[in-house]
């Protein structure tokens, strides 16, 4: 099925979106924990292992605080991983709709999904918005590159999800391997570290990361103000829509399947 075909089913999407958000958030204390609290929670253990006990320095603050250096990077990795995670299970966890009505099946991906960067982006503003109070230095002028990015995460988020759901509900057991590859993937990427302090051939191996990409550019719009706008990014925009639809066409090559599996 073309993008151009899903329209129709915009509403039933919106609803896949709604109803993951309630289910999850509203009127849950768990929810709104793992949503606000929990990254809140995360942050200040890395912010006192890390400057109190290990006193880590390096050039790259440039007279930022070590909290906002980890903090403008782990909002974009925890809506890419949480978003993945979730995405992986949507079709398995919605196997009784599937049997009983006929629709994309795609769109509870992308519902799990876009709720999952609904919330995080949320949570990364109010978290912004706080740092600037507390006296720390932002560009928020280029605010708007910023989502621009995250956009182009959540297709990249999607692509993976998309890919990881179909294989979760013809092999079953693919969740219970999410959870130490991103354990891995956490910390190949540069989030409590800058990537200049990698030995010069693990650096070659980090920058194939694409995350890396997403959270360095991100540190350097929000931290530094840099703006500037080159092939690399254009490259990112391109690879994260071509993952997308590689993705996108893996699953629905598998879609008519699903029903025999769940």
């Not at 709604?18 to 253990?45: D, N, T």
């Not at 109070?133 to 182009?152: K, S």
Request: charged share 10%; net charge positive; proline share 5%.
């Amino acid at each position: 099925m073309q993008i151009r075909n899903l329209w129709p089913y915009r509403w039933l999407l919106l609803n896949f979106l709604s109803r993951e958000v309630k289910s999850r958030y509203v009127g849950s204390i768990s929810g709104i924990f793992w949503a606000l609290l929990h990254p809140l929670a995360l942050l200040a253990v890395y912010a006192a292992v890390f400057t109190t006990i290990f006193k880590v320095k390096f050039p790259e603050l440039e007279g930022h605080s070590f909290i906002l250096f980890v903090a403008v990077a782990l909002w974009p990795w925890l809506s890419f991983q949480e978003g993945a995670q979730r995405g992986a299970l949507a079709v398995q966890n919605g196997g009784g709709l599937i049997k009983k009505v006929a629709f994309p099946h795609e769109l509870l991906v992308y519902g799990a999904v876009l709720s999952t960067y609904a919330v995080h982006v949320v949570g990364f503003l109010l978290v912004l918005a706080v740092l600037a109070l507390t006296g720390n230095d932002l560009h928020f002028a280029t605010l708007p590159l910023v989502l621009l990015l995250f956009c182009m995460q959540l297709l990249f988020t999607s692509g993976l999800a998309l890919i990881l759901a179909a294989l979760q509900v013809l092999l079953k057991d693919v969740e219970h391997f999410l959870a130490p590859v991103f354990m891995i993937w956490f910390y190949a990427t540069p989030i409590l570290y800058p990537a200049s302090l990698v030995p010069q051939q693990i650096q070659k191996v980090i920058a194939l990361n694409p995350l890396s990409y997403f959270i360095t550019r991100i540190r350097e719009l929000l931290m530094n103000g840099n703006n500037h706008i080159g092939w690399q990014d254009m490259a990112m925009v391109a690879g994260s829509l071509l993952f997308f639809f590689a993705g996108r066409w893996f699953f629905n090559r598998l879609s008519p399947y699903f029903e025999d599996f769940i």
